[in-house]
C-alpha cells in the first residue's frame, strides 16, 4: 500500500529554472492539497484541489502552477524557481467524507540556488 | 476562517516527566481538530483527532486530548514522556464539513531530557 508518493526527494534548482514535483496517491482520495514547511512557519497551504478538474489556491500560491487531470495525481510546477521557494514541501490527501484526516508524503526538499 | 495557535514553539521535558502542548483553535462553526507528530526528515503522521463523539480523545504512543469549547483549547498531553517522543507536534483544523483543507499550526518542537 504505497499511500502518497513524492517524487523526488531531494531537488537542487538553479534560480530562474522551472520543474515539477511529482505526487501520486492510490487511495482513490478526492482532496489532494500542496503545503510548503518552513522552520518556524508550520505548513502553509499552497494549492489543492477538491476532485480532478477543480483547484484553488491556499494561502501561498504566487509562484506555483497545478492541474488536476486525475483523481491520483496531483503535481505542483514551479514556473521560475527563486531562492525564497527554498523549502520542504509536502503532498497530503484525504476522502471527501466527513472529519477524516489527511496522509502526507515523505516530501520532496528543494534547494535554489 | 479557521486557524489553531500553538502556544510554545519548544517544549523540553525530562523522561518521564508530563508531556502538554498547547494548542487554541479559532473558528465560527464547529471545528474538526487534528494533532500530528513529525519526526526528523519524516512525514506527518496522525496522532489523534477530534470526532465530536467524545471530548477526550486518545491516540497512538499514549497520547491524548481534550477538546474545551469554553476555552477553544485541544492541548495534547502524556503523562510520561520517552525518548523516542522527541518530534516536533502540529495542530490542525478543519471546517466542519470537511470541505476544506486543514490548516496548521506553527508547530511544537519537544524536546526530551534524559
Known amino acids: 500500500n504505497a499511500g502518497v508518493t513524492q517524487t523526488p526527494k531531494f531537488q537542487v534548482l538553479k534560480t530562474g529554472q522551472s520543474m515539477t514535483l511529482q505526487c501520486a496517491q492510490d487511495?482513490?482520495?478526492?482532496?489532494m492539497s500542496w503545503y510548503r514547511q518552513d522552520p518556524g512557519m508550520g505548513l502553509r497551504l499552497i494549492h489543492y484541489s477538491v476532485g480532478a478538474g477543480i483547484t484553488d489556491q491556499g494561502e501561498v500560491p504566487n509562484g506555483y502552477n497545478v492541474s488536476r487531470s486525475t483523481t491520483e495525481d496531483f503535481p505542483l510546477r514551479l514556473l521560475s524557481a527563486a531562492p525564497s521557494q527554498t523549502s520542504v514541501y509536502f503532498c497530503a490527501s484525504r476522502t471527501a467524507t466527513l472529519n477524516t484526516e489527511a496522509f502526507f508524503g515523505q516530501g520532496t526538499r528543494l534547494t535554489v540556488v | 476562517a479557521q486557524s489553531v495557535t500553538q502556544l510554545g514553539s519548544h517544549v523540553s521535558v525530562s523522561e518521564g516527566a508530563l508531556v502538554l502542548l498547547r494548542c487554541n483553535y479559532s473558528?465560527?462553526?464547529?471545528?474538526?481538530l487534528f494533532w500530528y507528530v513529525q519526526y526528523p526528515n519524516q512525514g506527518l503522521q496522525l496522532l489523534l483527532k477530534?470526532?465530536?463523539?467524545?471530548?477526550l480523545v486518545k491516540g497512538i504512543n499514549g497520547f491524548e486530548a481534550e477538546f474545551k469549547k469554553s476555552e477553544t483549547s485541544f492541548h495534547l498531553t502524556k503523562p510520561s514522556a520517552h525518548m523516542s517522543d522527541a518530534a516536533e507536534y502540529f495542530c490542525a483544523v478543519t471546517r466542519s464539513g470537511g470541505n476544506t483543507p486543514l490548516v496548521f499550526g506553527k508547530g511544537t518542537r519537544l524536546s526530551v531530557i534524559a
Open positions: 477530534y470526532t465530536s463523539a467524545a471530548t
Open positions: 473558528s465560527s462553526v464547529p471545528p474538526y
Open positions: 487511495m482513490n482520495h478526492e482532496y
